[in-house]
């Protein structure tokens, strides 16, 4: 089990940044998010759309963002769960919480953040009898249009 400071679910540009932020209270952080990599959808689904919204800069590449929230972050050594979604949160007796995602990983915090965003972003697999045994042994599910 994961025992954390500061325990966060999402790990897309604003779970990043509270990274920043409660590293600077020098608090432990971990982030959990059911994509393989950290960055939501900025860096799945449009990492070369510009952004507009980002204080400091007139136009961000929604992948350099991420670049730069990641080099942020890494003085506070966050640890992350990817890959994974969470699926039930309990209040242990010591008063903190317990995380469990569907792969049976548990993660403990006094705090949990929710920074999902949209919510949570999974791929639509086609329905082929079998296919959940191909998951995590390499298999890349390619879709292509003839």
């Known amino acids: 089990m994961t025992q954390t400071d500061l325990l966060i679910v999402g790990a897309g540009p604003v779970g990043l940044f509270t990274v920043f932020e409660a590293g600077l209270l020098k608090l432990r952080c971990h982030l959990i998010d059911t994509l393989p990599q950290p960055g939501g959808q900025c860096r799945e689904?449009?990492?070369?759309?510009?952004?507009?919204?980002?204080?400091?800069?007139?136009s961000i590449l929604a992948g350099d963002l991420i670049d730069n929230l990641l080099e942020q972050i890494a003085p506070f050594k966050p640890g992350f769960t990817l890959g994974e979604r969470a699926e039930r949160i309990q209040k242990t007796a010591d008063g903190q919480f317990l995380l469990t995602t569907n792969r049976g990983t548990e993660i403990q915090a006094p705090v949990i953040v929710i920074a999902g965003g949209l919510g949570c972003f999974e791929p639509r697999k086609p329905p082929i009898e079998?296919?959940?045994?191909?998951d995590d042994t390499g298999v890349e599910h390619i879709i292509k249009d003839p």
């Open 130 to 134: 079998n296919l959940a045994r191909f």
């Open 45 to 58: 689904i449009y990492p070369k759309k510009p952004i507009y919204d980002i204080p400091g800069f007139p």
